[in-house]
């Protein structure tokens, strides 16, 4: 039975957002008794359900998932956390002669298990919480003073603060990915990204979005991780009166496309991932993993 576990590929299921990974991981985890990770640094959040396009109750039921609800709004979770999350729940799935899928659009967090990210120190607090003070403009004059490299993603503050903390040093990586592993990515048409984009901003603003964003914000306040990112600084624009729930709308959309073309970028990167549509995705995958199981 052991061997037969460690004989397992694991599976991983890459895209921008609203691209089908979900229904596609959830059919493929049906079809070969499988379990999804989901690899996402938005729904690692507790109570940020809505905002966060988590997979529905009705969808956990049907395949378990792994990689939701971990920490509360206020607590910190790196990428190396993650990793070392992913790790031990991949090993937990084989151990049951189950199929792990890791699912997501969170590049650093796919990559960092995929090529075995070897990272650097803990953060130090002190110095996150001066960072964190910080605008883009006056961290790139801190790296620039201090002759430190930045991110890939240099639009990104966490990734720079991240860099600023290790000195510059980047994470070492493997060349290649781990062995037994099938890498797909979920290519999609951009206009059909663009309007599925909109549809599911339409859908999360009829789904009580306000009331969550009311509930997380009075338990954890506006100043965290969780409650910058997303949809809610809008809805807390809406909630001040400065914009109305249409604007909030519109710019979540503008918001969520720009994440998605950042995903993509990211994700174009590793030479290794098979980008197909999701139709043609669930036949390769249907096909590789009834090899697998006949070996």
Partial sequence: MASKALSLPLVVIVGPTASG?????????????????????????????????????????????????????????????????????????????????LVGGTGLYIDSV???????????????????????????????????????????????TRSIEVNGQESQRRNKPINNCIIVGISTDRSVLRDRIEKRAVIMFNDKIIEETKTLSEKYGWDNEAMKSNIYPLIHLFLMNKISIDEA??????????????????????????????????DFLTAELAKSMES
């Fill in 21 to 101: 990974k979900t229904s596609l991981a959830i059919e493929i985890a049906k079809r070969f008794n499988g379990e999804i990770i989901c690899a996402d640094s938005r729904s690692i959040y507790k109570g940020a359900d809505i905002a966060t396009a988590k997979p529905s109750v009705e969808e956990r039921k049907i395949v378990p998932h792994h990689g939701l609800d971990l920490v509360e709004p206020n607590e910190y979770f790196s990428a190396a956390d993650f990793k070392k999350y992913a790790n031990k729940k991949i090993d937990e799935v084989k151990s049951r002669n189950h199929i792990p899928l």
């Fill in 114 to 160: 995929i090529f075995d990210y070897k990272f650097g120190p803990k953060a130090n607090i002190k110095l996150r919480q001066k960072l964190q003070r910080m605008n883009l403009g006056e961290l790139y004059s801190y790296c620039q003073k201090n002759n430190i490299k930045l991110p890939d993603n240099i639009k990104n503050k966490r990734y720079i």
């Fill in 249 to 282: 709308k519109n710019k979540s959309i503008t918001l969520d496309w720009r994440l998605a073309k950042r995903q993509i970028t990211w994700l174009k990167r590793n030479r290794f991932i098979h980008w197909l549509s999701l139709n043609d995705a669930m």
